[in-house]
T-cell receptor, first 117, second 109 residues
Framework: GAGVSQSPRYKVAKRGQDVALRCDPISGHVSLFWYQQALGQGPEFLTYFQNEAQLDKSGLPSDRFFAERPEGSVSTLKIQRTQQEDSAVYLC???????????????FGPGTRLLVL | AQRVTQPEKLLSVFKGAPVELKCNYSYSGSPELFWYVQYSRQRLQLLLRHISRESIKGFTADLNKGETSFHLKKPFAQEEDSAMYYCALNPNSNYQLIWGAGTKLIIKP
């Protein structure tokens, strides 16, 4: 594809609402990463997939956060019972190598800006 | 703890002047370090990585293990260099990247 795409680009949610954020990686990319970027900060790692396998979810801040990639392509990050501290930009990135090593170039999507009121 | 520090949130220089964006890291092993850039209304993209020892858009960065630094430099700044710059560390060659908070570079005409 043309690049990593994410939807929606903007999401406003009321506190307590569930949200689902979608990521379409570059076609054929094995590795997929989710990051959370708070205002004025750098991205923080949330989770990593190699194909459909979630190999690392150590960065997910709580059990309200859940990510899946059932067919090894599109991924969804779900946040249940959103809180104000969840407000951030959620970035998705993909890379090609099967090793999933971060030293390979990660290609980023435009991000989803989530605002929880 | 593994950490990346970019001490300047904002750096403003005149066109044609030299630029140095500072990055310090905390990691006891052999790190892999990167600079990513985000231009206005564009997505994050890789600028350069230390293992390639390359120069991209006139920028270079040298890993200094003694000072645990990976500063980004350009001898003559151009207006199109205005952007957010992030330094990132890959410890242990695993898949996680640890990011600095970023430096906003403004090049004044």
């Amino acid at each position: 594809g043309a690049g990593v795409s994410q939807s929606p680009r903007y999401k406003v949610a009321k506190r307590g609402q569930d949200v689902a954020l979608r990521c379409d990686p570059i076609s054929g990319h094995v590795s997929l990463f989710w990051y959370q970027q708070a205002l004025g900060q750098g991205p923080e790692f949330l989770t990593y997939f190699q194909n459909e396998a979630q190999l690392d979810k150590s960065g997910l801040p709580s059990d309200r956060f859940f990510a899946e990639r059932p067919e090894g392509s599109v991924s969804t990050l779900k946040i249940q019972r959103t809180q104000q501290e969840d407000s951030a930009v959620y970035l998705c990135a993909s890379s090609l190598p099967t090793s999933g090593r971060a030293k390979e170039t990660q290609y980023f999507g435009p991000g989803t800006r989530l605002l929880v009121l | 703890a593994q950490r990346v520090t970019q001490p300047e949130k904002l750096l403003s220089v005149f066109k044609g002047a030299p630029v140095e964006l500072k990055c310090n890291y905390s990691y006891s092993g052999s790190p892999e370090l990167f600079w990513y850039v985000q231009y206005s209304r564009q997505r994050l993209q890789l600028l350069l990585r230390h293992i390639s020892r390359e120069s991209i858009k006139g920028f270079t960065a040298d890993l200094n293990k003694g000072e645990t630094s990976f500063h980004l430099k350009k001898p003559f700044a151009q207006e199109e260099d205005s952007a957010m710059y992030y330094c990132a560390l890959n410890p242990n060659s695993n898949y996680q990247l640890i990011w600095g908070a970023g430096t906003k570079l403004i090049i004044k005409p």
